[in-house]
T-cell receptor, first 111, second 116 residues
Framework: KQEVTQIPAALSVPEGENLVLNCSFT??????LQWFRQDPGKGLTSLLL?????REQTSGRLNASLDKSSGRSTLYIAASQPGDSATYLC??????????FGTGTRLKVLA | NAGVTQTPKFQVLKTGQSMTLQCAQD?????MSWYRQDPGMGLRLIHY???????DQGEVPNGYNVSRSTTEDFPLRLLSAAPSQTSVYFC???????????????FGQGTRLTVV
């Protein structure tokens, strides 16, 4: 059974720092991995999607990497800003339309 | 395109009451699903549908019913609400496999349900 873990559960950093959020999964037979952002009381906003054949995806200050063989993905946020404060979720799909979610990393960027 | 629309945004129910959470998408997506989000547990799959007339159970289906009569709508019914169903409910849709097979999920804004 696929399990997804995100470490750390919470993170507080000063503005301007580069930071890395981690996501690990137990079954490497995935089709893709998606990173989401969730603001308090809001829905999920898709940030990046990495297909299993890809190693990384970039969007602005965000870079997500995928190492299927080791069951890991990282989300790199460059030059963090207070507006980046949110919960970040990763989810993996085996290609059967079902996503398995991690419990998220709650990020606070201090001004 | 409105994307995935959920109604209502907030709801308070008494134990034993029934209600329907609405989900609609205007992107012609085949696959739709319902998740619940509880503190410390992440999102868990309740029910899903791979097309009109086809539904199946996810990880936590007990106490919930679904139907899919059209491509656009996928309502979630609580038959007899219980306090354990207090949660935030999210509806998601995924494009048809012909669109590159990315399986990228699009989520609604959620329904916050409290059962007292």
């Amino acid at each position: 059974k696929q399990e997804v873990t995100q470490i750390p559960a919470a993170l507080s950093v000063p503005e301007g720092e580069n930071l890395v959020l981690n996501c690990s999964f137990t079954d490497s037979a995935i089709y893709n991995l998606q990173w989401f952002r969730q603001d308090p009381g809001k829905g999920l906003t898709s940030l990046l999607l990495i297909q299993s054949s890809q190693r990384e995806q970039t969007s602005g200050r965000l870079n997500a990497s995928l190492d299927k063989s080791s069951g890991r993905s990282t989300l790199y946020i460059a030059a963090s800003q207070p507006g980046d404060s949110a919960t970040y979720l990763c989810a993996v799909s085996s290609g059967t339309y079902k996503y398995i979610f991690g419990t998220g990393t709650r990020l606070k960027v201090l001004a | 395109n409105a994307g995935v629309t959920q109604t209502p945004k907030f709801q308070v129910l008494k134990t034993g009451q029934s209600m329907t959470l609405q989900c609609a998408q205007d992107m012609n997506h085949e696959y739709m699903s319902w998740y619940r989000q509880d503190p410390g547990m992440g999102l868990r799959l309740i029910h899903y549908s791979v097309g009109a007339g086809i539904t199946d159970q996810g990880e936590v289906p007990n106490g919930y019913n679904v139907s899919r009569s059209t491509t656009e709508d996928f309502p979630l019914r609580l038959l007899s609400a219980a306090p354990s169903q207090t949660s935030v409910y999210f509806c998601a849709s995924i494009p048809p496999t012909g669109t590159g097979g990315l399986f990228e999920a699009f989520f609604g804004q959620g329904t916050r349900l409290t059962v007292v």
